[in-house]
């Protein structure tokens, strides 16, 4: 079902350490009742333990090897994808060995809710891209009916159908994963808190706020949500008392959790790209395979908020420089992030991360800066070491942000819906455990 694409209504779930293993000691005896000691039983003890507990070994001296690697699947829309997307595919990925990420096509979207941001081809791109995929299903239905669901253990092997803790109901009410519990192949995950694309829409929609002040009334929900960086604190004055400010929180648990861990080995060559990968899309995607196909570690220089901003314009950026840095740092290209990037690579820069090639995309909003007197470039040009790469997509920050606004209305009804079951999610919410 569209775990995803709504929002970060991915309607992910819960499990903290403790509760994993419980849940697969639970797992482990249902299942033992159900199959009677049937392989999978074998299966499931496991799961990528080492990396979940270092310190446990429980397991270890099974040879993990002969097992059969235990398939998860996830499903969702993912438009306007985004590091809350990322974080569940993330935490859907420890829950086994490989995973599996059905992406709705745009005829189940359109039938289901109306049409998407990003066509299919886009959104596939970006789940491709997030270093936790293993296989991506192109055409997955909105909802998982009995066959699809056949066809997910049978030609797929999937062993689990992974979604969030918030409940996803189909429009005649039912539970979208109803048929996976009963089948005892269902597991939750703890959604991500902070994020959701109905939060995204109304900072992109404050961008043309000004040109239409009458809407005051219309943005006033959505203008509430926009609370990072560079907002004008007037803005928020016809903002209701009971404002849901972001809540993104970031940790550096989350960071850790995201990162590689590894840096350069010895005699890697080391690629340089800095922007602002603001609204994280295919074309950043597309743009850093490439950048990384050109040596052995790209690392990414991600803009302040303040650079971005007075290059941009005011309510630029539209995602802040921590969750920005997570959106680049998902992607399976990325070696490294630097988190808040100067503007103007020095040459001091160069030597001290043994910078060997600086690299910049044809298709940039920043392309007409290159030939001015402060080329950020200056110094990388005059060493010999500055590349300019074809980026593959014809797409940016503003792209989107154009697509957002021709469809103004369309998304800002959707948005108003899903703002009112965001906020029954929140009134409701008490404290779930998980990672
Ligand atoms: C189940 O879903 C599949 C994939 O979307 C679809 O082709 C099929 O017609 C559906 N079956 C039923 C009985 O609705
Ligand atoms: C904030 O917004 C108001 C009204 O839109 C404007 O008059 C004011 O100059 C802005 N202040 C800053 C610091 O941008
Ligand atoms: C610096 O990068 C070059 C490749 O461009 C590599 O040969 C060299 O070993 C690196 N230096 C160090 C100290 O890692």
């Known amino acids: 079902m569209g775990a995803f694409g709504d929002d970060n209504n991915p309607c992910a779930g819960s499990f903290l350490a403790s509760r994993i293993v419980g849940g697969f000691m639970g797992g482990f005896v249902l299942t033992a009742a159900l199959f009677s000691l049937s392989s999978r039983l074998l299966g499931v003890d496991v799961i990528p333990i080492p990396s979940l507990f270092p310190s446990m070994g429980l397991f270890s001296n099974r040879k993990s090897s002969e097992k059969k690697k235990i398939r998860v699947y996830m499903d969702g829309c993912f438009d306007l994808m985004h590091y809350g997307h990322a974080n569940a595919l993330r935490q859907a990925r420890a829950l086994g060995d490989e995973l599996v990420v059905g992406v709705v096509s745009d005829e189940e979207i359109i039938a289901n809710k109306g049409p998407p941001v990003m066509s299919l081809n886009e959104r596939i791109v970006m789940v491709r891209g997030v270093k936790w995929v293993d296989e991506v299903i192109p055409d997955a239905p909105y909802a998982i009916n009995e066959s699809f669901m056949k066809k997910l253990f049978t030609e797929y092997g999937i062993d689990y ?19 996976a519990k009963k089948a005892g192949r269902y597991k939750q995950i703890k959604r991500t808190e902070g994020v959701s694309s109905t939060d995204i829409v109304g900072r992109m929609l404050l961008c043309v706020r000004d040109r239409q002040s009458s809407e005051n009334q219309h943005h006033a929900s959505l203008q509430r949500q926009f609370s990072h960086g560079n907002n004008n604190k007037s803005e928020n004055r016809n903002s209701p008392s009971s404002t849901r400010i972001s809540h993104f929180l970031p940790t550096s648990r989350r960071i850790v ?12 060559r080391i690629i340089y790209m800095d922007g602002a990968f603001d609204l994280f899309h295919a074309g950043h995607v597309e743009i850093l395979h490439r950048a990384r196909e050109l040596g052995d570690f790209l690392l990414v220089g991600i803009h302040t908020d303040q650079t971005v901003s ?33 503007w103007t690579i020095t040459k001091d820069m160069i030597t001290t991360f043994n910078i060997s090639l600086v690299v910049h995309g044809t298709v ?40 957002i606004v021709a469809n103004h209305e369309a998304y800002k009804k959707r948005n108003e819906k899903k703002t009112e079951s965001e906020k029954k999610y929140y009134e409701g919410k008490t404290y779930v455990s998980g990672d």
């Open 310 to 342: 007075s290059n941009r314009g005011p309510h630029h950026p539209i995602m802040n420089l921590h969750e920005r840095s997570l959106s680049v740092l998902a992607c399976r290209y990325v070696d490294e992030v630097i988190i808040g990037a100067p």
């Open 364 to 403: 940039a909003e920043n392309s007409d800066l290159l030939n001015e007197e402060d080329d950020p470039y200056k110094a990388a040009k005059e060493l010999g070491i500055f590349k300019l790469i074809e980026s593959p997509m014809d797409i940016t920050t503003t792209t989107i942000i154009k697509r």
């Open 161 to 179: 159908i992974i979604h969030g803790d918030d409940p996803c109901l189909l429009p005649d009410g039912s539970d979208a994963y109803e048929l």
């Open 257 to 268: 959790q995201f990162s590689n861990g590894k840096g350069p080995g010895p005699q890697a």
